[in-house]
């Protein structure tokens, strides 16, 4: 007989203690909304606690984030959270972005300060009459509306800080400002992440930290956003994906192993909230959800799902 008591923790997941949320980005083109939605419907039935929504930078992707939210309001039973940034904008043009979003029924934001618009490389400047960064950003949005409020963490550090302590002290920030949790950037080594928690506790950060999650599709594609943000693509994984750029079927059940031993090891650890980045893409992420214990719920529509969220 197995003793339970020395049971790996991942393998005793299915009680429902697990809660995911995703993030889509909005589609540029009719072919990629209908990859959106097709993964949109596929992930609904998993219950996430929230799906938030990109925002490019500078407000570039304004429109069709908006019009992304307001569909998942409208037609699914998701739980929208809309990115919004301070990048280019005064505080009244981000302010009605912002009440824009409350009357399309959203009432959880992701507050970023953003990337410049022109791009990596650029070093960014507030506008003269926007907000200065994401702490600020943080205290508009909880003093002009009602709005539950998710801020970026960097296990690894942001690109832009000069050691550790400025970026926890920016976090701190944020948190004192109003956000309610703490979404990470994506990582693939566990330990950047379980040190970034530990310090960011000692800080007297308190706020949960989720886990940011990218199963990989496509390695040279996540490769490249991992360089651009600062994420360290760890020598051991760019040799599992070595010799695959022809083999899309071999890549993708690589990536599932991979995925699924970083989330059961932080199980392990004793998380129990993952962040995962879909890049617009349901597979991987609903296997892996499958093995934390999640399972479709069959629903008479948004509302009684809706229901069932928030419950």
Known sequence: MTDTGSERRS??????????????????TEKMEETLWNAVRRL????????????GAGGSTRERTH???????RETSLVPAAHLTCVEATKADVDEVAKSYSQAGVRHIVALRGDPASGVGTKYSPHPGGYRNAADLVAGLKQSGNFEVSVAGYPERHPESASLAEDLDNLKAKVDAGASRIITQFFFDNAHYLRFLEAARARGIWAPIVPGIVPIHNFKQVAGFAGRCGATMPSWMARRFDGLDADPQTTHLVAAATAAEQV????????????????????????????????????????????????
């Not at 609904?44 to 925002?55: A, G, N």
């Open 44 to 55: 609904e039935p998993l219950r996430p606690r929230f799906v938030s929504v990109t925002y």
């Open 67 to 73: 019009a992304t939210v307001a569909r998942l309001v």
């Open 264 to 311: 059961m090891d932080l199980v392990d650890q004793g998380i129990r909230q993952f962040h995962f980045y879909t890049l617009n893409r349901a597979d991987l992420v609903y296997a892996i959800c499958h093995l934390l214990g999640l399972r479709a719920l069959a629903s008479n529509g948004p509302a009684l799902a809706k229901e069932a969220i928030n419950a």
């Open 11 to 28: 393998r005793l997941v299915g009680d429902g203690d697990i809660n995911v949320s995703f993030e889509f980005f909005p589609p540029k």
